[in-house]
Nanobody, 117 residues
Framework: QVQLVESGGGLVQPGGSLRLSCAASGLIFSDADMGWYRQRPGRQRELVTTITSSGNTNYADSVKGRFTISRDNAKSTVYLQMTSLKPDDTAVFYC???????????WGQGTQVTVSS
């Protein structure tokens, strides 16, 4: 059974930082392209950042220079370091795993990030 479990969300003041984690189990983590998506209030879910199995990264323009994705294959965990947070970053953040070779994809349950003073 595949599980993606996010953690690290919470309430942070504008300009602050948070690190999200996503621990994966039940899959070959090193084969997966991993990503973080978010759903802001009243908006559709959107891509934030991805990291391929080989370590290539991609970022949405809105988070470039502020967010950093990384992965630890030994721990089957992907991270999202978020800095200079803005109220507009308030969202539920979801972890995503994708296997390009066979098309499998999985979602985590999401973690709430609220940026507010």
């Amino acid at each position: 059974q595949v599980q993606l479990v996010e953690s690290g969300g919470g309430l942070v003041q504008p300009g602050g930082s948070l690190r999200l984690s996503c621990a994966a189990s039940g899959l070959i983590f090193s084969d997966a392209d991993m990503g973080w998506y978010r759903q802001r209030p009243g908006r559709q879910r959107e891509l934030v950042t991805t990291i391929t199995s080989s370590g290539n990264t991609n970022y949405a323009d809105s988070v470039k220079g502020r967010f950093t994705i990384s992965r630890d294959n030994a721990k089957s965990t992907v991270y999202l370091q978020m800095t200079s947070l803005k109220p507009d970053d308030t969202a539920v953040f979801y972890c995503h795993a994708k296997f390009p070779n066979w098309g499998g994809a999985y979602w985590g349950q999401g973690t709430q990030v609220t940026v507010s003073s």
